[in-house]
């Protein structure tokens, strides 16, 4: 918190930004972007089965309402009126899928996260129904066929759990991401809360024609996902309704992002060709490709940016996705115990200062861009006797830097003009040896911003911006003018060739590792074997029989 004694200038604005392990709420000078105060909580990640993922909405909610709560105190003790909050706006984890009844407010089922891979068998299934000369799908939503995105696990929802089945005939459901559950909720929910979501978020469902900006009749019909439980879908920049309750009540919600979409606008990437990447759970690198919708042909995701005004033009953008970035340093932590705190890794690493040919391909969820390959799984091979923690700690490090260096290769093929830089942003940016790391690997410099906060000052730019609103300027020059701290390539590029050409190796050894048996059906079992299911039974009959003959002579 920027603790301050001096007079606040300017209006206010606010900022959700609700993640996938965090949920955080800032508050911002519209003038300077400065923040002057911010809270956040964690959210829990749910692991019911091998390859399950939930959450949930319930404590996604409260946890919002915290954040709030907290902050608005915080303020008090600056002597800064809430009044001065104008506008807020939405930021959120993309793709997560929420049912909830309309009439009691409760969620269905559990939110079903982005890296949730239950639903392979159905994306397997839909897969066949596509035809090779005809991907209508990609055409239409520029996403590839994957449990990545909304609509295969509402499909799931609607396949398997009875109380979303009956919600639907009973026409009380109402599905939605994230951003949608909270504007119902906050703005009224069962009392006339509105039903939204903005284009960014919309054009993560697979059911979102992204050069219409509606939802496609014959995408809902391919899923079998009914219209009338769809929110409507707004522009990233406009007022959507008012704070009904809490101490934010009367002030008008004005802007609404996926949270990789909100890092665009908060790097100010705002023009065609301006990229940036995001270090969080996953890994996600953008580049603004203005009005024009282009259809990559390396890998990438074909996204919208943002539409920054109800009569604004749309813009889009080209996609590299990455699942697994920041988790791995929580899985080193949770899982491994390897360290107690993820601060602890950049220790590890540089105690380390090498890998020493230890290569660790975090695929945990398969690999997304550029491959779309499920039947990944997670590697760490080049193992020798003097391997140890600070080893895997800096492979897993530099996991996240080859990562971004093929998603970046196949972002320069598609646009044909490399980047001569990489912005990013997030939590993971705080590593400075992640960043050298990063800036060795791709043989380019890396920029951060000093305010790393990029993803929530997107959501409270928006929001700021919005038509009645009118607190904040996008195109004022002085918010470019951000300082930055820039790592340079301190290796050359030969080995960094070396090392990546390595790394490739050890991907192509982790692709093919799941066969046709998916979480979906459950908990793989040595009896789904017969031939080994037969095995095990009759030796253990052996070996009683044995005891006993052994036993009575």
Not at 39 to 47: A, D, M, S, T
Request: proline share 4%; hydrophobic share 40%.
């Amino acid at each position: 918190m920027a603790a301050t004694n001096k007079a606040v200038v300017g209006p206010l604005v606010g900022a959700v930004d609700q993640g996938t392990s965090s949920t955080r709420f800032l508050v911002f000078n519209s003038k300077t972007a400065e923040v002057i105060s911010y809270h956040h909580v964690e959210v829990k990640l749910q692991y019911p089965k091998e390859g399950w993922v939930e959450q949930d909405p319930g404590e996604i909610l409260q946890s919002v309402c915290e954040c709030m709560e907290k902050t608005c105190e915080k303020l008090g003790q600056l002597n800064v009126e809430v009044s001065n909050i104008k506008a807020l706006g939405f930021t959120n984890q993309r793709e997560t899928t929420v049912v909830w009844d309309k009439v009691t407010g409760e969620p269905l089922y559990n939110a079903l996260v982005w890296l949730d891979l239950r639903t392979q068998s159905t994306v397997e299934v839909l897969s066949k129904e596509i035809p090779a000369n005809n991907n209508f799908l990609k055409a239409k939503t520029g996403l590839p066929l994957s449990t990545y995105f909304s609509a295969v696990k509402l499909r799931w929802l609607l396949d398997n759990v009875i109380k979303v089945q009956k919600a639907v005939e009973e026409k009380r459901a109402l599905f939605g991401t994230v951003d949608s559950w909270l504007i119902w909720n906050l703005t009224g929910g069962t009392r006339g809360g509105v039903h939204c979501t903005d284009v960014s978020n919309a054009s993560r469902t697979m059911i979102f024609n992204i050069h219409s900006l509606k939802w496609d009749k014959e995408l809902c019909e391919f899923f079998g996902i009914p219209m009338e439980i769809l929110p409507n879908i707004r522009s990233s920049s406009e007022i959507y309704g008012l704070m009904k309750s809490g101490p934010l009540e009367g002030i008008p919600i004005s802007g609404c992002l996926g949270d990789q979409s909100a890092a665009l606008v908060g790097q100010m990437c705002l023009q065609d060709g301006q990229a940036k990447n995001t270090y969080g759970t996953g890994c996600f690198l953008l580049c603004n490709t203005g009005r024009k919708c282009v259809a990559s042909e390396h890998g990438l995701l074909t996204t919208v940016a943002y539409k920054l005004g109800r009569n604004k033009p749309v813009h889009y953008a080209l996609e590299g996705s990455v699942a697994i970035a920041g988790a791995v340093v929580s899985w080193l932590r949770d899982n491994l115990g390897i360290i107690k705190e993820t601060e602890e890794i950049e220790k590890l690493a540089k105690e380390a200062g090498t890998s020493y040919d230890c290569y660790f391909v975090p695929a945990f969820s398969g690999l997304y861009a550029p491959y779309w390959e499920p039947s990944a799984r997670g590697i760490i091979c080049g193992l020798t006797q003097f391997t140890n923690k600070c080893h895997i700690a800096f492979a897993a490090l530099e996991a996240v830097c080859f990562q971004t260096r093929e998603i970046l290769d196949a972002m320069n093929r598609d646009c044909g003009i490399p980047l001569s830089h990489l912005q990013v942003d997030g939590g993971m940016t705080s590593n400075k040896i992640l960043m050298q790391l990063q800036a060795d690997i791709l043989c380019i410099p890396v920029v951060k911003p000093s305010m790393t906060e990029t993803t929530a000052l997107g959501a409270a730019m928006a929001a700021g911006a919005a038509e009645g609103v009118g607190v904040w300027d996008l195109e004022d020059k002085d918010m470019e003018d951000v300082p930055t701290e820039r790592f340079e390539p301190q290796i050359n590029a030969e080995e960094s060739e070396c090392r990546y050409a390595t790394w490739k190796k050890a991907v192509m050894r982790s692709i093919g590792w799941v066969t046709t048996q998916s979480p979906e059906q459950g908990d793989p079992s040595v009896f789904c074997s017969l031939p080994l299911g037969f095995f095990i039974v009759s030796s253990m009959v052996m070996l009683i029989g044995a005891k006993y003959i052994t036993d009575t002579l």
